[in-house]
């Protein structure tokens, strides 16, 4: 079996420490200790080691890329795993072909295979040397180094990704950061990244205010920006008050006292620096009616097709996000109680939150569909405990749901299925709309319906919001074309409304308007 680990991913801000990397690549310790020995670059030289992510998984990448005309002293192409690997000496041992040639034979320490080598000059030295290390040979030894793989390049910014001193800091964060949702430690981790690259890499133990202000100024310079450096008001305060949570916490470890006690207040921005920012351009989002339309004009000759349907009908049922539809079990949704469980403990919901969720009052028609799509699940052989949308493989027929003794089938890992069940939905349109569109479409829903203000909190509620302002404040806002054309209707009926008053009332309001402009 392949053993190129070209599945697995590990995230580039996170910090990972050996058994990290045990648990997330299914390896043994001593493979870890094969991987420094073949080039993969710990953070610092202190013990137990610690591994940047992004360091790893171009490690990996390197090792898969790298060919046989390219390989280093001891380094062998395997043919079984597809990667480069520096196998134990030991284990090394020359054949001479009939043709005259002679081979290398060894055993990888990635997989049973037996990776074949024709050597070079090099070769042979490093093996002579190794057999006896007295034997003096042409060529010096060539140690394995770490590969120029070990330092990865953000293409978008040219940054280098390296690893450092901060890291083992980070890894000991990140212990700390453990009580929050894995999307709000990634972010954080982002701007800590944002802060080490904006300070090359300085240790945090030496930094001074000078440094924090250094960092604010370039957040301020981000929301002007007009390339790639520039910054949502959202993404920059976000950013601000991440730094600040993080100074506040290194100040109370160990080595770290000694940091100017209000170093977390420099990174704080003025209010006047989001104002000079430009607004950014609202999301786009459809009405109900544009939503059912679009629905509608989606394919469905095939299961996949129905599953697109499906998934885009259910997103606005429930005003759900991506990752929690593709998490979704068939049991979760209860059609005769209109109802949609949100079990945190089985899917993947935002900050764990579970939730029953009443169906929003949308148009029959999205009912319809995914009514009509348990039903096709349930027909094929899908049980209450498999995914409401399965993986391609089981609605093309490249495995058989009704196959005797199955385990449960797992939910898909990402939310890819539901970006293209959005991009397939408005593939006609000019306006792309993505799979957070439903939320604001659901949203914007609620301030065109007479509700009181209890029905408005529990519209909200269900939409897994604690509060309505919540909803407000970054759902369903308008669009400045949909701003205007209310504001001209406003205009127009208060034109209208003018002219039905009788030519007393209209006197008296043209007089009133005469001593408010001289008062």
């Not at 079990?329 to 945190?344: G, L, T």
Request: proline share 4%.
């Amino acid at each position: 079996m392949s053993r190129s680990y070209k599945g697995i991913r590990a995230k580039k801000n996170r910090v990972y420490s050996v058994e990290d990397l045990m648990r997330l690549y299914k390896v043994s310790a001593n493979t870890v200790s094969n991987w420094v020995r073949a080039g993969l670059r710990p953070s610092d030289t202190s013990k137990p080691y610690v591994f940047l992510g992004a360091v790893v998984t171009n490690f990996h990448k390197e090792r898969r890329a790298r060919s046989r005309k390219n390989l280093r002293a001891g380094e062998f192409k395997c043919g079984g795993c597809k990667l480069a690997v520096f196998p134990d000496l030991d284990t090394v041992f020359e054949r001479k072909l009939e043709n005259g040639k002679v081979m290398l034979f060894a055993e990888c320490p990635e997989c049973p295979s037996r990776p074949v080598k024709i050597p070079s000059q090099r070769d042979l030295a490093l093996l002579a040397q190794h057999r006896n290390p007295k034997t003096t040979v042409d060529w010096q030894h060539e140690e394995i180094t770490p590969a120029p793989g070990g330092i990865g390049i953000d293409a978008k910014k040219n940054v280098l990704v390296t690893g450092s001193e901060n890291d083992r800091v980070v890894y000991k964060w990140q212990t700390y950061a453990g009580r929050f949702e894995e999307r709000t430690i990634d972010q954080h981790l982002a701007a800590i990244r944002f802060c080490k690259e904006t300070t090359h890499g300085k240790p945090f133990g030496q930094f001074t205010t000078a440094d924090a202000a250094r960092i604010r100024e370039t957040l301020k310079q981000s929301l002007q920006a007009q390339d790639y450096n520039r910054k949502s008001k959202s993404t920059v305060a976000h950013t601000a008050s991440q730094l600040v949570a993080f100074f506040k916490w290194l100040r109370k470890q160990d080595g770290f006292k000694r940091l100017p006690q209000d170093i977390s207040e420099y990174f704080k921005l003025p209010k006047s620096a989001y104002a000079k920012s430009l607004p950014r351009r609202s999301k786009a989002y459809p009405s109900l009616k544009e939503a059912e339309a679009l629905m509608m004009g989606m394919p469905s000759r095939s299961h996949m097709d129905r599953r697109a349907r499906a998934i885009f009908a259910l997103a606005f049922i429930g005003a759900l996000r991506a990752d929690t539809l593709v998490s979704l079990r068939i049991e979760h949704v209860d059609i005769s109680a209109r109802r949609i469980i949100q079990d945190a403990s089985v899917l993947r919901a935002k900050n764990g939150k579970s939730l029953n969720i009443c169906w929003f009052p949308v148009p029959e028609s999205f009912v319809e569909v995914v009514t009509e799509w348990v039903a096709l699940l349930r027909s094929e052989g899908f049980k209450d405990k498999d995914p409401l949308f399965p993986d391609a493989a089981w609605l093309t027929g490249s495995k058989d749901p009704k196959a005797m003794g199955r385990d449960i089938i797992l939910p898909m890992s990402t939310a890819q299925a539901v970006t293209e069940a959005f991009a397939i939905a408005s593939r006609t349109k000019s306006e792309k709309y993505s799979p957070h569109s439903a939320k604001h479409t659901i949203a914007a829903e609620r301030d065109k319906r007479s509700l009181t203000q209890e029905q408005r909190k529990a519209w909200s509620e269900n939409m897994g919001h604690e509060t309505e302002q919540i909803t407000q404040s970054h759902y369903g806002k308008l669009s400045e074309d949909r701003r205007m054309q209310l504001f001209e209707e406003i205009l127009a009926n208060k034109a209208i409304e003018f002219t039905t008053l009788s030519d007393a009332e209209k006197a008296k309001l043209f007089d009133a308007i005469v001593d408010n402009v001289f008062a």
